[in-house]
Structures are given as structure tokens and as C-alpha cells.
């Protein structure tokens, strides 16, 4: 069962929430016909990109999690469970993080505004055990999510059962609750229960209001959209 909670006020005693950024890089970038950890853009990589912005953001180091060829400079680990894409980057993440949180985001995200992730950090609840955002008419980034340790046993269970599907974790439900109204009866209600973890949203309205054309979510998967993030970046810099 999921519980769907809109986005009411700055989070919970924020001080006492810790969080881990994590960047995947387990991809082999097949689509894009090279590893995209590799890829740079105005002589900075992508990857370092997305790095800089985290460790901006938040306390903790990054830490990266990928194939067991990897070799970085950087605090890595190894995926646990090869082969099953970013379901596994998952599993590994909150099964080797030692805070209440992580924040789970992808290398091939070159536009993560910093402004965004800071908002959805001061604004996470912790009740909360999936914060994730929601645009463009319903579509959700779970590449781009804050999750709570919580739910490893639901995340355990789904690899069980061979679904490696991030967005099952989002499927609604007939018993689903969406709306601020008695949020905290609610909370009360299932708080004990383990069939239930709880999904805050981040809207499309509160996203544009700092990120109007939704770049943050902008991800590169193909040469196309490699030569359009170049484009983007040369009418930045005019």
C-alpha cells in the first residue's frame, strides 16, 4: 500500500534528518554507444557536474555506486546485485548507507539545478519514505529521489520477485491518499503498519518556479540529446 502526501511546509526537525547522496554509475551506455561516465561537456565532466552540485548540497560525501571495474578517485561501491540496473544501484545504496536517507540521482544528469535539490532537502519530511518529483502531466524521476531506509524491505522484496522497475515502487493504489487534509490522522493511522510506506510529491509548479524549463531532469541517453546539451551549455555561456 502507498500513502500519498503533498508537500506542506519545510520538513520535520531537519537537523536530525541525514542524508547520503548517491550517484549511479552502473550504466554501460548502450544507447549512447560509449560508458557515459565518461562524457564532457565545456571540458568539465558530467559526472563531476553533478558531484559538485551534491557536495554543495548536502554534508555527507557523494558516494558512487556501480560496476566492480569501476576505478574513481572518489568513495565507491561496488553494486551488490549486478545486471538489474538502477533497481540494484538502489538496493546497494540503502543497504551500505549509514543515514536515515539517501539521494539517489544518475551521471548522466548534466543540469541538476542546485536550487531544486536544496528545496526538496529543507522541504522532506521525516515520515516521509519516498520523496520524489512529479512534471510534465504526472511523469516522476525516481533517478532524482530521496529515500528512506524504511523501505529496503519493499525494494529486497521487489528483486525477489524478479520486477526491477523503480516506478513499481510508485504504482498507486485503490488505497492510495492524496492532499495536506488530515495528513497527521493519516500518519497516525499506518505509521505501525510495514505494508505501508509513505510518498511525498514535489510538484510541477513548485519545480518551475526555480527551474522554468525543467532541466534538472534533463538526461542524456542518446548523441542527440549529447548535442543538445552542448547546445544548451554554448547559449548559456552567450
Given at each position: ?176 491518499w492524496i492532499g495536506p487534509a488530515n495528513q497527521d490522522q493519516v500518519s497516525n493511522k499506518n505509521r505501525n503498519r510495514r505494508s505501508t510506506y509513505r510518498v511525498q510529491i514535489l510538484n510541477e ?34
Amino acid at each position: 500500500m502507498l500513502v500519498y502526501i503533498s508537500q506542506k511546509g519545510e520538513g520535520k526537525n531537519l537537523k536530525q534528518i541525514r542524508i547520503k547522496p548517491v550517484i549511479l554509475v552502473g550504466g554501460k551506455g548502450i544507447r549512447f554507444g560509449e560508458d557515459k561516465i565518461f562524457l564532457t561537456l565545456k571540458g568539465i565532466s558530467v559526472l563531476n557536474r553533478t558531484y559538485f552540485v551534491l557536495q554543495k548540497v548536502f554534508d555527507e560525501e557523494p558516494l558512487f555506486i556501480g560496476r566492480k571495474a569501476l576505478s574513481f578517485p572518489y568513495n565507491t561501491v561496488p553494486d551488490e546485485i549486478e545486471g538489474i540496473g538502477p533497481m540494484g544501484g538502489l538496493f546497494t545504496a540503502l543497504k551500505y548507507a549509514d543515514t536515515d536517507f539517501i539521494f539517489l540521482t544518475a551521471c548522466d544528469m548534466p543540469f541538476i539545478n542546485e536550487k531544486v535539490l536544496h528545496y526538496m532537502k529543507i522541504s522532506l519530511r521525516e515520515d516521509t519514505d519516498i520523496y520524489i518529483p512529479h512534471y510534465n502531466d504526472g511523469m516522476i524521476e525516481p533517478l532524482f529521489a530521496f529515500y528512506h531506509k524504511r523501505i529496503f524491505p519493499f525494494v529486497e522484496k521487489q528483486i525477489e520477485n524478479r520486477d526491477y522497475r523503480l516506478r513499481t515502487l510508485l504504482k498507486s493504489t485503490p488505497d492510495m491518499w492524496i492532499g495536506p487534509a488530515n495528513q497527521d490522522q493519516v500518519s497516525n493511522k499506518n505509521r505501525n503498519r510495514r505494508s505501508t510506506y509513505r510518498v511525498q510529491i514535489l510538484n510541477e509548479r513548485e519545480i518551475e518556479f526555480i527551474d522554468p524549463e525543467l532541466l534538472t531532469f534533463f538526461n542524456i541517453n542518446t548523441r542527440n540529446e549529447f548535442d543538445k546539451a552542448q547546445g544548451l551549455l554554448e547559449h548559456e555561456v552567450r
